[in-house]
T-cell receptor, first 110, second 116 residues
Framework: DAKTTQPNSMESNEEEPVHLPCNHS???????IHWYRQLPSQGPEYVIH???SNVNNRMASLAIAEDRKSSTLILHRATLRDAAVYYC???????????FGPGTRLSVLP | ETGVTQTPRHLVMGMTNKKSLKCEQH?????MYWYKQSAKKPLELMFV???????ENNSVPSRFSPECPNSSHLFLHLHTLQPEDSALYLC???????????????FGSGTRLTIV
């Protein structure tokens, strides 16, 4: 089972920031937090990942709570091309793989 | 292109047919994966290969048969499939070896399989 919980859907207006939340209360000390997104008719695409510190890259920022039990993916200026399903995932050390949940479906309104 | 190429992109086959899905990566990754994505369901892991050795078979029916001849190629052989096997089949690769999730996955675009 996925070890994270996310809202089923969110809406944003174009060119506004988007904050996508994720809860992972059972996270262990060595689990990396990964975010992927899946555009229609495509495979998932890596967005960002982190362990403890906040992370930034050209696509997004990842804010990790101090207790690591939650994180937030931040898209600084949403575009129509950012409409996708966003997955917050922890690595399953037992199964040695990523377990995907249903994710958050982000709609971006023009 | 993501660096992971899957062929064909679309496949329609009858329940008695035999076909194969192909996945290829030249990213230097040592682990490869097959996932299944049915309509309105999360991705389900099917098989994991590390250095060409199968390390995970997630209770997949025997009508799905994986093959990993080298670290760059992965196949999924299909025979006598059922209508409920219609789905998007995704291949991924990573540098992951020992766990922790330090490295991310690179996914292909998938093969849309329809069983008629």
């Amino acid at each position: 089972d996925a070890k994270t919980t996310q809202p089923n859907s969110m809406e944003s207006n174009e060119e506004e920031p988007v904050h996508l939340p994720c809860n992972h209360s059972t996270i262990s000390g060595t689990d990396y937090i990964h975010w992927y997104r899946q555009l229609p008719s495509q495979g998932p695409e890596y967005v960002i990942h982190g362990l403890t510190s906040n992370v930034n890259n050209r696509m997004a920022s990842l804010a990790i709570a101090e207790d690591r039990k939650s994180s937030t993916l931040i898209l600084h200026r949403a575009t129509l091309r950012d409409a996708a399903v966003y997955y917050c995932i922890l690595y399953d050390n037992y199964g040695q793989n990523f377990v995907f949940g249903p994710g958050t479906r982000l709609s971006v309104l023009p | 292109e993501t660096g992971v190429t899957q062929t064909p992109r679309h496949l329609v086959m009858g329940m008695t047919n035999k076909k194969s899905l192909k996945c290829e990566q030249h990213l230097g990754h040592n682990a490869m994966y097959w996932y299944k994505q049915s309509a309105k369901k999360p991705l389900e892991l099917m098989f994991v290969y590390n250095f060409k050795e199968q390390t995970e078979n997630n209770s997949v029916p025997s009508r799905f048969s994986p093959e990993c001849p080298n670290s760059s190629h992965l196949f999924l052989h299909l025979h006598t499939l059922q209508p409920e096997d219609s789905a998007l089949y995704l291949c991924a690769s990573s540098q992951e070896v020992a766990g922790q999730g330090l490295f991310g996955y690179t996914f292909g675009s998938g093969t849309r399989l329809t069983i008629v």
